[in-house]
């Protein structure tokens, strides 16, 4: 019987994916709910891990054309300013990579049904079953052999199979494109304070992505609304950049911090639907192409026994970002603390060469 892969979510998780199920000549359907191109909270910043795993789906030589190679890391805490050189790295719009990678998916065989939302409904020993509807209202249910839920933070398609291990909290994020006076090209900006932190960063089109991680204890509530805080952190901050005017409609998050349970039976889940910590280490993309490329290689491994590809998976996720996270998580709780921030401030600003060994760390390709 012909095996059908399904996977649920166009962004850069699903479609990495997809791509590589292609490559090892699988059937796949993706489903993807919003019409493309669309805009998305993040601070479109990957490093070179991200791109090690873009090229391995032929997407090299279009990020070599399209994206902004970014040189340098400024980041403002502790009422100071540090500045660490970057090996590798690129900024780029979600909204044109995202298209970009939807388009290859469609090129290289693959069926994209978009604009449809997916609902996983069922699995059993032999199928997942999975509704499908449309933007006029139309459902139908179809069967599939796997099915590789990607659909980002709002994890919407299969809440009820894969439950939380821990439910969402922490910090929301928020964002939106600006024009900024004074912002070179090819530097991250990165203000930290204890409301939170602002990424900036100058896209390949010119347009500011200004994305933060604001945090959502009640105290903060009274410092205004997400576009307020932002503009004021970079207020606050020894970025060094003028004006800020905001050119774009803000977009919010639900809190960040989560995880779930991230695969049962035939059913997976990849990128930010299987968790998240937050986005201070840039990594969230690659944490998800990461894992659309390995979960397709298990797909593949597996010739078409996909009873335990969810048990399977639990565990190789595990190895694959365990340390990612960890790593992501320790750095994020060193800096709410003020005492550290300053500390770290005080030794970066003078020794900018001890983050060597994390800016190495966080680059390393892909095994
Ligand atoms: C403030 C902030 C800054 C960040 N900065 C960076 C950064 O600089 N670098 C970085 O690497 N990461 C960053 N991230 C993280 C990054 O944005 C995410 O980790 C990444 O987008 C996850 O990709 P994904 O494919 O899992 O999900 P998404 O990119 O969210 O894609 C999910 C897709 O699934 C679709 N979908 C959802 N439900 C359904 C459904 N039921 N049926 C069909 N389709 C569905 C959605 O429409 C969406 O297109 C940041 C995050 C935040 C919050």
Redesign the pocket.
């Known amino acids: 019987m012909s095996q059908r892969i399904l996977v649920?979510?166009?962004?850069?998780?699903?479609?990495v994916c997809a791509l590589r199920l292609r490559q090892h000549g699988l059937t796949v359907h993706l489903?993807?709910?919003?019409s493309f191109p669309?805009a998305?909270?993040?601070?479109?910043?990957?490093g070179g891990t991200?791109l090690s795993v873009l090229q391995r789906v032929e997407m090299g030589g279009w990020i070599a054309d399209n994206a902004q190679a970014t040189q340098t890391w400024i980041g403002s805490l502790g009422g100071r300013s540090v500045r660490i050189p970057l090996t590798t790295g690129i900024a780029v719009s979600?909204e044109r990579l995202?298209m970009e990678l939807l388009v290859r998916v469609r090129e290289s065989g693959a069926v994209v049904h978009s604009p449809?939302?997916?609902?996983v409904d069922s699995i059993d020993e032999n199928r997942v079953g999975v509704i499908l509807k449309g933007a006029c209202g139309s459902e139908e249910l179809q069967d599939y052999s796997a099915v590789v839920l990607?659909?980002?933070?709002?994890a919407?398609?299969s809440k009820r199979l894969l439950p939380w291990t821990e439910l969402p909290h922490g910090p929301f994020?928020?964002?939106f494109f600006a024009k900024v006076d004074g912002l070179p090209t090819g530097v991250i900006g990165m203000a930290c304070d204890r409301d939170g932190y602002v990424?900036v960063v100058r896209l390949e089109d010119g347009r500011v992505d200004v994305?933060?991680?604001l945090s959502s204890g009640a105290s903060q509530r009274g410092n205004g609304s997400p576009k307020q805080r932002i503009l004021q952190i970079l207020e606050r901050s020894h970025l060094p950049i003028g004006s800020v005017e905001v050119t774009s409609e803000v977009m919010v998050?639900p809190p960040?911090r989560r995880s779930r349970l991230s695969g049962t039976g035939r059913l997976v889940a990849?990128?930010?639907?299987s968790g998240?910590v937050e986005?201070f280490t840039?990594?969230?993309?690659?944490?998800?192409m990461m894992s659309g490329y390995a979960i397709a290689d298990l797909i593949a491994d597996s010739r078409g026994d996909f009873h335990s590809l969810g048990q399977r998976w639990c565990q190789r996720q595990k190895r694959l970002l365990g340390s990612r996270r960890r790593t992501c998580r320790l750095l994020t709780t060193i800096l709410q603390n003020s005492v550290a921030r300053f500390g770290a401030a005080q030794v970066l600003s003078r020794f900018p060469s001890f983050a060597r060994p994390l800016t190495a760390h966080l680059s390393r390709p892909v095994d």
Request: aromatic content about 4%; charged content about 15%; some cysteine.
């Open positions: 649920i979510g166009g962004g850069v998780a699903g479609s489903v993807e709910k919003e669309r998305k909270v993040c601070g479109c910043c990957i991200g979600r995202d449809v939302s997916a609902n990607a659909s980002g933070l709002n919407s398609g994020g928020a964002s990424g994305a933060a991680a998050t960040l990849i990128g930010d639907a998240y986005p840039g990594e969230g993309m690659t944490w998800g």
